[in-house]
Every structure is written in C-alpha cells, then in structure tokens.
C-alpha cells in the first residue's frame, strides 16, 4: 500500500491507519493535561520510592580527637588603673603641652599654670630666710663678744668697787673715814655687782642655749619653710607625669581656670594591661583564678596573644546575669590600644583522646540529650552522656562509639524513618 509523504518525510495523516490518527489527535488535544498526569505519576514513584528507601542524608562519623572545653567572650582592653592627674592650686593655665594619646615620661612637664604672683612670694620668703639668717650671724657675730665684753668689764668695776668699800670700812672703822664715803663705796659695790649680773645675762642669752639665739633660729626655721612652701606651690605651676604612660584624657585647654580636685588629664601608665570581659553568669563554675586564655584584638584578627585569669568578681550583676573577671595580659603586643574590643577564648577544660561527637548533631534541649544513630537503615533515637563541651563538638561519655554515624538535627529527619546515608 502506497502512503503519502510530506515534505518532512513524515507519512501524512491521510496515509496514516485510521486508530492511530484518532489516537493522536486526542492526545495532542489533551496535551496538557496528559502532561500533568504523568507528572503526578513521576511525583507519586518518587515519593514511593523515597518512603520506601528514605531520604539521603549526609551522616557524621564518631571519633576520638583532643577536646578543649572554653568559654568565649568579648571584652576591652584597660590598664590595671589609670592615674588622673590634676591641678593642686587654683590658676590659670598658660599652655597644654600634650595632645590627647601622646605618649609621655616620667617628670615630662604637661600643664603650665601662669605662675608670677607664685614667683613673688618666692622671692619675699627668700628675703625673709636671708634677714633671719643675718639676725642668727649677728648674734653670733656681735651681740655675743659684745656680751663677753661687757660682762668683763663689769667684773673687773666690780673688783674696783670691792676694793673701794674695803678701805671705806677700814676709815670708817679707825674713825678715820666718813659715814658719807663708806655709803658711796656701798652704792658703787651693788651697782658693780647688778652690772655684772646683767652682763652675764646678755651673754647666757645670746649664746646657742639662750632664748635671743633660740628665737632667732626659730625665726630662721619659720622662714626657711615659708621658703620651702612658697616654692612647692611654685612646682605645683607646673604639672608633670608621674610615671610612663599614653594620655586618654585630656580636658583642659590654655586660659581655662583650673581648681584642686578636678581631674584634666588620665594617664594610663605604661607596662601592664588587662582584659576586662562580662560573662554569662551560667559558665561561672567552668572559670577558676590561673586558666590560660588566647585573645585577638578586633582589628587585628589574625594575631593573637596569651593572658591568664586574674580576677573574678564575687558579685553577680542582677541586671545583665552576668560577672566581671579580668585577665592579665602576659605580654601585650605593641598594637593594643586602651579600649580596645578583644575576643578571648578561655580555655577551662581539656580532654585528650574523647569520644567527640558535633555538636550539630545533638539535642541538648533536652533532660537527656540524645542524637539519631544510624542503625538498619534507620534514624534510632540514642540517648548520650555529654561530658566536656568545646568548640562545636561534645564530648561522649555513654551512648556512643568510635566508628558510628550520626545525623545532624537540621536534616530534619525525625526518629525511626529509614534513611540513606550517602559519603559527604
């Protein structure tokens, strides 16, 4: 039997059979619908074939590997204490010689506080040591031997009187003298004796144990610690460092009016630098005083540098459920700055050789956590024993051994469906 061919090489539909026409022609009118069925027919194998086999999943292997259990948080870098460094007299300044974040040395001047009435009394305290210095030298000098002087000279008035009355006694005794004469040799005798008498007083006074030197080296001590209190306040003019260190804060500015007990510059002193970091209160019996740590300064997140627990606050901050501790920094890199964001990772506890297990693939939310092994093709629910917990993983005390595969929670596969584990 002859058929036509069109162009196509594709027989015709006239030279086609007759069932086979109708056949076609139905189907390409229900074109889309015949498509959808057969979709649903691909759907419904594969669900089939799924329920029957389960989903694939990828499972993780249980190991021994070396368990590090910490704790990680964020803090700031600080010294131990910060120096706030201010004025002890009221004046103006006359010049800030630092900027903020300079580094500066011990005795480096850093404020001038206008300082002329200061120098003034300075020079009048020093007038006044030289003026009781010169009264202490004339004492010493003049008055003394003066004293000296006088008081042998009075002495020897006195022999002379003595002698004087002697013979006056004589005449007046022989009938010879007058009553007159007698009494003149009486007067001069007395006033010889209180002249020697005031004599030796002006020496006793004015020798090192008499109450004129005394009272002018008194003088002379008053004034010399005027002198040493008029210079002091003059030092106070000028504000230096007390110690090594970086400036972090500075507020005062020349021509402002500065008063005792206000704080204008903060001096972080040089050499030790510590971490201070606010931890969840619920890892407070993993931390003990001496647990190494490694930190990395924010912005410079490669580098890294050791401290140690120094310092944990025996109180809790009810606000925040959180607790202060600080770690001493062992050798500070020369990149850290003051307030500077650090991340440390505390180590608290170790295990080597453990039976660890990711932590993905645990649920802790639990009272007895659990994971699904695979066992038969199946996701079994095992209950575990956890031990210390690291980065990511778990330690495995009961439940599980090297070797077996476990799912992670968020396949979401749930406990006795069939599975199949295929390599990751």
């Given at each position: ?34 498509l ?10 594969l ?28 803090g ?64 010493r ?13 009075a ?7 003595e ?13 010879f ?45 008053q ?42 510059l ?7 630098s ?6 969840d209160?619920?890892?407070l ?5 001496g ?22 606050n025996?109180s809790v ?20 700055r ?6 440390v ?34 996701a ?9 917990r ?20 968020a396949?979401?596969?749930v ?10």
């Open positions: 039997m002859l058929h036509k061919v069109d162009p196509s090489g594709d027989l015709t539909l006239q030279s086609r059979p007759p069932v086979v026409v109708r056949w076609a022609g139905a189907v390409w009118r229900y074109k889309w619908a015949v959808g069925i057969g979709l649903v027919l691909i759907a419904a194998g669900g089939l074939a799924r329920l029957m086999l389960g989903p694939k999943v990828v499972a993780v292997v249980v190991a021994r590997a070396d368990l590090v259990q910490s704790v990680v948080a964020s700031h870098i600080e010294t131990p204490y910060r120096v706030e460094i201010g004025s002890q007299i009221t004046g103006t300044v006359a010049d800030v010689l630092v900027r903020e974040g300079e580094v500066v040395r011990e005795g480096q001047k850093l404020i001038a506080i206008e300082a002329s009435e200061l120098e003034a009394a300075v020079v009048q305290a020093e007038g006044a040591v030289q003026q009781a210095e010169a009264r202490v030298r004339q004492l000098e003049l008055t003394k031997p003066a004293a000296d002087q006088s008081l042998q000279q002495q020897a008035n006195l022999l002379n009187a002698a004087a009355y002697e013979r006056a006694s004589k005449l007046a005794a022989g009938g003298g007058t009553r007159a004469t007698l009494d003149d040799a009486t007067r001069n005798l007395n006033v010889a004796r209180t002249q020697v008498r005031t004599a030796e007083l002006q020496v006793y006074t004015s020798s090192p144990v008499g109450s004129d030197f005394v009272m002018a080296e008194t003088q002379l001590a004034a010399r610690a005027t002198l040493n209190t008029t210079q002091a306040r003059l030092g106070y003019a000028s504000i230096t460092a007390p110690r090594d260190g970086v400036l972090i804060t500075r507020k005062v500015e020349r021509g402002s009016v500065v008063q005792p007990g206000k704080a204008l903060v001096l972080a002193p040089a050499g030790d510590q971490i201070v970091v606010q931890i209160e619920k890892n019996g993993q931390l003990a005083l647990q190494h740590a490694l930190a990395s300064a924010d912005a410079y997140p490669d580098k890294r540098f050791a401290a140690r627990l120094s310092y944990i025996p901050d009810i606000n925040r459920a959180s607790v202060e501790i600080k770690l001493a920094v062992i050798d500070p890199p020369d990149y850290l003051q307030d500077m964001t650090v991340s990772d505390i180590a608290t506890a170790r295990r080597d050789n453990a039976v660890v297990v990711p932590a993905r693939a645990v649920n802790d939310a639990t009272t007895v956590p659990y994971v699904l092994k695979v066992a038969g093709g199946r079994v629910r095992q209950p575990v024993k956890l031990g210390l690291g980065v990511g993983a778990y330690e495995v005390i009961e439940g599980l051994s090297p070797g077996d595969r476990v799912i992670p929670l396949t979401g596969v406990p006795d469906q069939r599975v199949r584990v295929v390599a990751p």
